[in-house]
């Protein structure tokens, strides 16, 4: 509901301030603790104006983890001792960013006991402040006048859940006044305990005589076709009303309004939308390819030594796949067969390993030795670093399948194709070929659907074992 994002609105914005108030006292109160220790056994503390430099990357990296981390999304959250974790979690990754700055920019007048000190005052203080804001919000909005009255149009199971959604959000002040049946005899009194106010069409008698702030239409979509009536009456007494558009076709798609023009649009998705999100993964992507890149040169250079001399031919191997949606990119890997090995796929179909459209094989004859070490190491995957900085591909996501893969991909599976793929994914983490193809379908999809920031990083920490392991690899 519209109003349930604005009330959350104010109540992240709130939280945001909260979060940085109590970062930056933490920061002064670990300058404070640090002082406390006696100069004779502990190193020379440092003037503040010193320290106060931090504070400039110290804002816009907690600002960004936090946000990341997914703590200003909900109201209600996912509870006290997980949002406790995930305080958590946010504090110890900003600190050890904080801590990768402060090694790259020298400072070295920093101590260690100051950075702990500072993460455990700031880890304590948002909690409490965090705690502390949530029951005043919920204290205000129980007292004061600001609750909103709800009738919901409807009796069915629709309208009920819909009801309890709204008893969910109590704290933001909403109230469900009543129902009002769409049939005209044979009501009950009351349902679920809510009282049933009357019949759909005398909607316009009781907005005379109770105070409503809101109606919510759960009706069929017959039915709400004879309630233009009711509708305008809602738009004229400048109520505001809403309908419940659940007589569309969609299973697993997440439903939201758009406006393009003036023209009003009803999105159904089942990938990420958040704008903001993407656009950080791009950055990322970007910055963390190109820095790889760099780093690892001499080793690119070392491999492509290698292979030019185990076997006759390029040392970096194309091939068309398929990216987002179906775009159709080159993807670059170091060579790890021997030249014209694709012309010899067909006579060794029969042993392979992997039931679906993907083809693998254990022990495969067309690989050369250099290649073999590269394929145990997942080294031959090392230049698609490059389709990560060229936009085509991500550090994380599904693998990109052949073109001529792609094609067999069933209906359901096609799905994989919504997010851009990536090097590495719950796929390589879990086994690789290990896992058949139909699981391995499955685990991009819960990649899909749970896709976050934090689930790209826990990925990437994983996939350095998973490497170093060789599990699956062929």
């Known amino acids: 509901m519209r109003l349930i994002k604005q009330r959350n609105r104010i109540r992240s914005l709130a939280l945001y301030g909260g979060d940085l108030s109590s970062t930056v006292l933490a920061f002064f109160l670990a300058y404070g603790f640090r002082g406390a220790f006696p100069d004779d056994s502990f190193p020379y503390l440092f003037p503040l104006s010193w320290h106060l430099n931090l504070l400039w990357p ?44 402060i090694f790259a920019l020298k400072y070295q007048f920093i101590s260690r006991i100051f950075l702990v ?8 203080l948002v909690i409490l402040l965090r705690f502390l804001l949530r029951k005043g919000i919920q204290l205000f909005n129980h007292r004061s006048e600001g609750s909103r009255f709800i009738v919901i149009v409807g009796l069915d199971e629709d309208a009920l859940e819909m009801a309890r959604g709204i008893e969910k959000n109590k704290d933001l002040g909403l109230r469900v006044r009543g129902f009002l049946s769409t049939q ?10 809510y009282p049933v106010l009357g019949e759909a069409q005398e909607l316009p008698r009781l907005l005379e005589k109770e105070v409503v702030d809101e109606v919510i239409f759960a009706v069929s979509h017959d039915e709400l076709k004879k309630m233009e009536n009711l509708l305008l009456v809602c738009e004229e007494r400048g109520i505001t009303s809403r309908v419940i558009l659940n007589f569309f076709p969609h299973v697993i798609s997440r439903t939201h309004l758009e406006e393009l023009d003036g023209f009003p649009l009803l999105t159904f998705s089942t990938t990420p939308k958040s704008e903001l999100l993407l656009f950080l993964r791009r950055i990322l992507d970007f910055l963390g390819s190109l820095t790889l890149i760099v780093l690892l040169s001499p080793v690119f250079l070392f491999i492509t030594l290698l292979i030019r001399l185990d076997s006759p031919g390029p040392a970096l191997y194309q091939q068309a796949r398929c990216g987002l949606n179906g775009r159709k990119f080159t993807l670059y890997k170091f060579r790890s067969m021997h030249e014209r090995a694709e012309e010899r796929r067909g006579e060794l179909v029969r042993f392979n390993m992997m039931k679906g ?12 030795r250099v290649g073999r070490f590269l394929r145990k190491t997942s080294l031959d995957e090392l230049p698609q670093l490059f389709n990560v900085l060229q936009g085509n591909m991500s550090l994380v996501g599904p693998r990109p399948l052949p073109t001529e893969e792609v094609e067999e991909l069933k209906g359901w599976e096609r799905r994989r194709l919504s997010m851009k793929p990536g090097i590495t994914g719950l796929w390589q983490v879990s086994g690789r070929n290990h896992i058949d193809f139909h699981d391995w379908v499955k685990l991009d999809l819960e990649y899909i659907d749970n896709w976050s920031l934090w689930l790209d990083f826990k990925i990437l920490l994983k996939t350095i074992p998973a490497v170093l392991s060789g599990k699956g690899a062929m």
Do not use: H, Q
Not at 117 to 123: E, G, N, Q, T, Y
């Open 58 to 101: 110290i804002l816009p990296i907690w600002s960004l983890i936090f946000y990341v981390m997914e703590l200003y999304r909900f109201w209600r959250g996912p509870g006290f001792w997980r949002e406790t974790w995930r305080v958590f979690k946010a504090v110890f990754l900003s600190c050890f960013v904080l801590g990768f700055i």
């Open 117 to 124: 000190s500072f993460a455990f005052f700031d880890l304590v």
């Open 184 to 193: 005209d005899s044979s009501r009950p009194s009351k349902i679920n305990g």
């Open 357 to 368: 459209p993907v083809f693998k094989m254990k022990d495969d004859p067309r690989v050369t």
